[in-house]
């Protein structure tokens, strides 16, 4: 009788790469390593040799790169979903789909454990979980950092673990940031940034994105068009959605856009400092909001600024594949219905200004709008709206006149004597 399976989430980073051998050395499994490709734009060939090098019974690298763009970022850019006014999600949008296609995996190999890399400290330890609760409660979840044979409590300990075997260490000891890259963005954790006194050493750090003050002087111009708030075409080319991603990432990442330095709210209940490059994300969603703009009514946009941020923080919490969840994105298509038309950006030195904008659902009225009176609208029509409006504050002061108390007297304290001369 072969020994039982676990499927392990694999990345070839520092973490897992030490799994491998951890698990082989502390649990009799036969070990499956899991790649999903989310456009990290690793080479999977050498990840899925040092996989099997390091005692890997076999390496699968799934190519989830359109799945990811389609099921996950375009339900979060149409909902202009960003956690703490800052965060895009880029890291929480990828871990649904990486703990589903662990599911997947672990029911087509007869595993009965899957096992992650996530540290006890992280977010990334709920959202693989939540996941795999998901689709598969019956399967036993090892969390290496929260296991108890797991005697490593840094990077540090984890390089040596592998020096100490003569295994390859997959990173320099200088460039030891705890990184996260996908399709959508690259986050920086660690070294200096733990300390939130420092600036970020971006010029060291950056991998996607040109320094802004290093950006070209010209700036550039780009134009995005939307279908019931889905991205089709950049500068009047249609394009699939890897492509699309992978031009806007060119486009901001030499021109600048898409910088974050924040230190935001874990799950956990702890703070931690993060810096991320989103260029082709932060270009989609400031386009995707002007849209929104143009063709949205007043009510409607501003309830789904509160889905949005209820969206933005089930997303960051792991629970993608919950109800509620599936609620917010059928809300979200509903108002995306007639979010079509294009949108002009201009791109300078890290910045992103709106350069005009179109939808033949546009609710903007030239006619209305205008300060020139028009059929539609006559400036005495408010006359009525703001007497009616204002009925409760001018009854409440009047109120307030009769009894000699408030901010409606004579002599009330809340106005202040100004100078005459």
Request: contains cysteine; proline residues 4%.
């Amino acid at each position: 009788m072969g020994k039982d399976k676990v499927v392990l989430a694999y990345s070839g980073g520092l973490d897992t790469t030490v799994i491998i051998p951890w698990l082989k050395e502390n649990y009799d499994y036969d070990v499956i390593a899991v790649c999903v490709d989310v456009g990290q734009g690793d080479d999977w060939k050498a990840i899925k040799d040092r996989a099997l090098r390091t005692g890997a019974s076999a390496c699968y690298v799934v190519d989830a790169r359109e799945e990811y763009i389609t099921e996950y970022i375009w339900p979060s850019v149409k909902a202009n979903a960003v956690y703490e006014d800052r965060y895009l999600l880029g890291t929480s949008t990828a871990r649904p789909l990486i703990g589903k296609i662990l599911v997947e995996y672990a029911r087509q190999e007869g595993a009965v454990a899957i096992c992650h890399g996530a540290t006890g400290k992280g977010n990334d330890q709920v959202r693989f979980e939540l996941a795999i609760k998901a689709f598969a409660p019956d399967l036993k979840v090892i969390a290496a950092w929260r296991d108890p044979k797991w005697n490593m409590d840094s990077r540090e300990a984890e390089i040596k673990y592998l020096e100490d075997r003569n295994l390859e260490v997959p990173m320099k000891k200088d460039q030891s940031y705890s990184r996260d890259e996908n399709i959508w963005h690259l986050s920086h954790e660690g070294l200096e940034l733990e300390k939130t006194e420092n600036e970020p050493n971006w010029k060291h750090m950056l991998k996607l994105t040109t320094p802004p003050e290093e950006a070209p002087d010209a700036g550039e111009y780009v134009k995005i068009d939307f279908e019931k708030g889905v991205p089709v075409k950049v500068n009047d080319k249609e394009m699939s959605p890897l492509e699309i991603m992978l031009e806007l990432n060119k486009i901001g990442g030499r021109n600048g856009v898409g910088l974050v330095d924040i230190c935001e709210n874990r799950f956990v209940g702890m703070k931690s400092r993060g810096c991320y490059e989103t260029p082709g994300g932060s270009i989609l969603y400031y386009a995707h909001e002007m849209l929104d703009h143009l063709c949205l009514d007043r009510d409607t946009y501003h309830y789904k600024q509160l889905v949005a941020l209820r969206m933005s923080e089930l997303i960051y919490d792991g629970k993608w594949f919950t109800t509620l969840m599936d609620a917010c994105m059928a809300f979200v298509d509903k108002t995306q219905e007639t979010v079509t038309g294009w949108v002009k950006l201009k791109l300078y030195k890290g910045s992103i200004r709106g350069a005009g904008s179109y939808s033949k659902y546009s609710l903007y009225n030239e006619s209305i709008a205008s300060f020139t009176t028009g059929e539609l609208y006559d400036h005495k029509d408010a006359q009525g709206f703001i007497t009616l409006v204002g009925l409760p504050l001018k009854v409440r002061a009047m109120m307030e006149q009769s009894v000699g108390e408030g901010q409606a007297v004579r002599e009330s304290e809340s106005l202040k004597k100004r100078p005459t001369e």
